[in-house]
C-alpha cells in the first residue's frame, strides 16, 4: 500500500462532497484538480526542451519557429481514459505545432542523401545505408520527469489546497 507524501487539508470533505456529484461533474474537477498539480512537470520540461538557433522548414513549406517545441509543451487531457487521466507532452495542435519534437526529436532520425528511397517495409540496415547524417535522441521528456520524480511541488501544493477550499466552500 502506498504512503501519502503530504497532506492537504479539508480532503477528506472535499472527498465525501465529490463522491455525492454526478460522474462527469466527478472526473471535471478531478482533472482541474491534476492539471494544477501537473504545471512543475510542465515548467520542467519546457527548461529541458532543446531550441533551434535557426527556422526549419518541412517539406510541405511549412516553416517551424524556434522556440515553438517549448511553447507546445503542456497539458492533455485523456478523453477517452475510464478514469480521469492527464498527460504532459508537446501537443500536435494549435498555435504552436510540436509533433516533431515527439516524433523526430525525443527519439532521433535520419537525414538521407538526395534520391535515396527507403525501404518503408522496416528495413532498417537498408536504410542506415542512405543515411548521411543522424541525428541522436534527445529524451529531454525523461530527464524533465526524472527532475520532478512526479512529484508536486510546495508552490504548486499551496495552489491545490487553496482552490480545493474553493470547491469544498462552492459544493
Known amino acids: 500500500m502506498s504512503r501519502s507524501i503530504f497532506e492537504i487539508k479539508g480532503f477528506k470533505e472535499l472527498e465525501q462532497k465529490i463522491k455525492k456529484l454526478p460522474d ?12 494544477k498539480s501537473a504545471q512543475t512537470t510542465v515548467k520542467a520540461a519546457r527548461q529541458e526542451a532543446p531550441q533551434s538557433s535557426r527556422p526549419h522548414y ?8 524556434p522556440g515553438n517545441l517549448k511553447k507546445s509543451i503542456g497539458v492533455q487531457v485523456a478523453r477517452k481514459a475510464k478514469n480521469p487521466m492527464i498527460v504532459v507532452r508537446p501537443k500536435s495542435s494549435g498555435k ?6 515527439r516524433a523526430f526529436v525525443i527519439f532521433g532520425h535520419n537525414v538521407y542523401r538526395a534520391g ?21 535522441a534527445n529524451p529531454f521528456m525523461n530527464r524533465a520527469y526524472q527532475r ?16 480545493i477550499q474553493k470547491l469544498i466552500d462552492r459544493l
Open 24 to 35: 462527469k461533474a466527478k472526473k471535471r474537477e478531478m482533472v482541474k484538480i491534476l492539471r
Open 96 to 101: 504552436y505545432d510540436g509533433f516533431y519534437g
Open 116 to 136: 535515396f528511397k527507403r525501404s518503408r517495409k522496416g528495413n532498417r540496415s537498408r536504410n542506415s545505408l542512405g543515411a548521411k547524417a543522424v541525428i541522436k
Open 148 to 163: 520532478t520524480e512526479g512529484k508536486v511541488s510546495q508552490e504548486s501544493l499551496k495552489s491545490t489546497e487553496k482552490y
Open 58 to 65: 518541412l517539406r510541405g513549406g511549412k516553416k517551424i519557429q
